[in-house]
């Protein structure tokens, strides 16, 4: 097979290496407008997992990679004046010019023909190949020159990358306060001499500290100052570094005819995971490999191995590109997490991308989860604390005996919480919904051990159907339908009741059954009173711009909060059930759910129960397990609101991660009774 590789960085290098040794009849030509000792960056990160990886795939490269590394398994957190170390955590890494070194020395012995300082700025320079390869980068020339549906878009923080003369034994996270706000550093060594310094800000702190208008020696000056501590004396180097914002690069296909894309031009991972060489080497594994299955002897096998390896990396990348994702957005909102406690503040960070959870955490450093248990019990000069999710929650004058909420089997829970109860006959969901909470068993769920939680709530447009066990939202005949209400005459779905928009009396009417069922709800002996403002209920249909066209869409909201604060005991905890964004376009953003979330607490609610989307029909999801706990950490930080959350918790490890990182301080259990 003739093969044109375009860019030769650990992607391209990597992969011919892989083709030449599977079949050394393979006619392989790099072209790399770069000199061979020419590289932008520091070091690069390997986890023990691809290096596994790279051991089968080319135990010779895999040698030479290993005997040049710098190995350490600790992460230091700087935050506070404090410096919090948690260990185990095993990372190797190498100077990225060192790596690409030992690349090109293997493609060599090979034959691979490498072809530096060689600019190619149209694909049509290239010789015929049977197979081109674009790994030229987030820039490739190759992909701009097809249609690869291709989507970039910044993400994260302004960061620049440096090098420094100190040598460091750990990865360290630092973070400094500045009058312009939070600047970050993420540091690790890579050989014996130097370490990398990538420092990082939201762009407004960026543009208010002037960094947009320094010089590069003003840009260094100014860093090396606001880390010297961290520096001990060391200065920071430059390699061509400058102020960047970080691509997101995704593409629809990652092959079009012959041309396959690979590493960054496929796909980009924010370096806070640091894992864009490990990505990019996988990927020259895969596509490998998928030659060796599906052979090269005619178009439709090369073809048949371009499908297998999209098929068999997409995937994981979108794995990846989430979690970095997760990540990136961590890094610009760090400052919001600046109220948590030092531990907590450093579980937060090291939990942030979803890829290592509480018992994780205990297995790679027992004393540091152990310290961090004693901490969020409030009780640090014990020898040991409960797991986070046994840990009571005062709210108010609630003692709520464990974290756990259920919605069934009150068993080993701390707060069961009812299904919904419907506040008159026109605000039930389907014929089942219960109306009025004078039946509950609240005596029952006492006598287990647990608190009482009542969901009052309205149906709205959504109301008026059969019950989920014969489809979501599915309307019910109209002889057996009754009239619904809502803030606009706008349909939930396209077989839906038309509403009628609520009027004055309507609202006044709406607003005395709320109270009259917290009114209720106290008589029976409920602990806790939940209202529901979400997915696309009554209440969350006026805070939604897709369903309620008035500018003060917490006029009403705020009247039923109140009405139902009066009629509720002041000691008695009062959660709002809220959707804090509709997942739709146009639709409410996490930001208005920021700000509902607040006025709701300044307005007397005691904790926020996250939820997101169903605003409306044609609402844009993201489910996936703990969906909801990023937007909770937001609502937590921002509006700083105790809050509840779910979004598919299925076990108690899940439950620790989320409690011990101060992203929740409730969590709704998805467990079968």
């Known amino acids: 097979m003739k093969v044109c590789v375009l860019g030769a960085g650990p992607a391209g290098l990597y992969l011919s290496i892989l083709l030449k040794r599977a079949d050394p009849a393979h006619e392989i030509e790099i072209f790399e407008r ?77 034959g691979v023909v490498l072809r530096f300082e060689t600019s190619i700025e149209d694909p049509a ?88 208008r320094m010089s590069d020696e003003e840009s260094i000056a100014f860093c090396e100052d606001l880390f010297a501590r961290d520096l001990e004396g060391h200065s920071l180097l430059s390699n061509k570094s400058a102020w960047l ?51 090269h002897h005619d178009r439709a096998a090369i073809r048949a191995a371009l499908v297998h390896y999209e098929l068999e990396r997409r995937p994981m990348v979108d794995r990846f590109q989430q979690a970095a994702a997760d990540s990136a957005g ?23 991308s979803g890829r290592i959870s509480h018992a994780n955490l205990a297995l790679r450093d027992p004393e540091f989860v152990r310290r961090a248990d004693l901490d969020f019990a409030g009780e640090p000069d014990r020898l040991f604390a409960p797991p986070p999710f046994l840990t009571p929650l005062q709210l108010g004058k609630a003692l709520i005996p464990n974290r756990l909420v259920v919605t069934g089997d009150p068993r080993g829970a701390g707060l069961v919480r009812t299904a919904p109860i419907a506040v008159s006959e026109d605000g039930r969901i389907t014929p089942e919904t219960q109306v009025g909470v004078a039946s509950y068993p609240v005596d029952a769920v006492h006598e287990a051990g647990a608190l009482a939680m009542a969901c009052l709530t309205h149906a709205g447009r959504r109301g008026a159907t059969r019950p989920a066990r014969f489809g979501v939202d599915v309307p019910l005949p109209p002889d057996e339908a009754w009239p619904l209400l809502s803030a606009s005459a706008v349909s939930y779905g396209p077989l839906s009741q038309v509403p009628k928009a609520a009027d004055e009396a309507d609202l006044k009417r709406i607003r005395d ?20 403002f979400a997915q696309g209920r009554l209440l969350a249909s006026f805070l939604s711009p897709l369903t309620n066209p008035a500018e003060d869409r917490l006029r009403f909201p705020l009247e039923v909060l109140s009405a139902c604060r009066e009629a509720w005991p002041e000691e008695r905890p009062l959660v709002v059930r809220l959707t804090v964004t509709d997942w739709a376009p146009r639709g409410a953003t996490i930001e208005d759910g ?48 105790p809050t509840l959350v779910g979004g598919h918790l299925t076990s108690t490890d899940e439950v620790n991660t989320v409690l011990a990182a101060g992203r929740a301080d409730l969590c709704l259990l998805d467990v079968e009774a």
């Open 330 to 352: 961590y890094f610009e909102r760090v400052r919001h997490h600046t109220g948590l406690p030092p531990r907590q503040f450093a579980v937060n960070l090291l939990t942030r």
């Open 513 to 532: 059954h709320f109270a009259s069922a917290a009114a209720e709800a106290a008589t029976a002996g409920f602990d806790l009173l939940e209202l529901d």
């Open 125 to 212: 320079e290239l010789p015929e190949a049977d197979l081109v390869v674009a790994s030229d980068g987030v820039n490739s020339v190759l992909r701009r020159s097809r249609d690869f549906g291709t989507r970039s878009t910044p993400q994260g923080c302004k960061y620049i990358w440096y090098g420094t003369d100190l040598v460091l034994d750990a990865f360290r996270f630092s973070f400094a306060e500045t009058e312009h706000g939070l600047i970050q550093t993420h540091s690790y060594p890579f050989d014996e001499h130097t370490s990398t310094v990538i420092v990082e800000c939201p762009e407004p702190t960026w543009r208010a500290a002037g960094l947009d």
């Open 594 to 641: 920021v700000a509902y979330a607040r006025a709701f607490a300044e307005a007397g609610a005691s904790m926020i129960h996250v939820e997101a989307g169903q605003t409306v029909a044609e609402t844009r999801p993201v489910y996936r397990r703990g969906f909801l706990t990023a937007l909770s950490d937001r609502i937590r930080a921002e509006a700083a609101v």
């Open 34 to 110: 770069n000199a061979p000792g020419a590289t932008f960056g520091w070091g690069v990160v390997f986890s023990e997992e691809t290096l596994g990886e790279l051991r089968d795939a080319d135990y010779a490269t895999f040698l030479r990679i290993t005997d040049t590394f710098a190995r350490w398994d600790a992460i230091d957190i700087r935050y506070r004046g404090e410096v919090l170390r948690s260990r185990g955590h095993g990372f190797s890494a190498i100077a990225r010019k060192k790596l690409l070194a030992i690349l090109q020395e293997r493609c060599r012995e090979l």
């Open 245 to 295: 914002s970080f691509p997101r690069i995704r593409n629809r296909r990652w092959s079009d005819g012959n041309v396959v894309l690979l590493g960054d031009s496929a796909h980009t991972a924010h370096f806070s995971i640091g894992s864009g060489t490990k990505l990019a080497m996988e990927d020259a594994v895969s596509l490998a490999n998928a030659f060796v299955r599906h052979g």
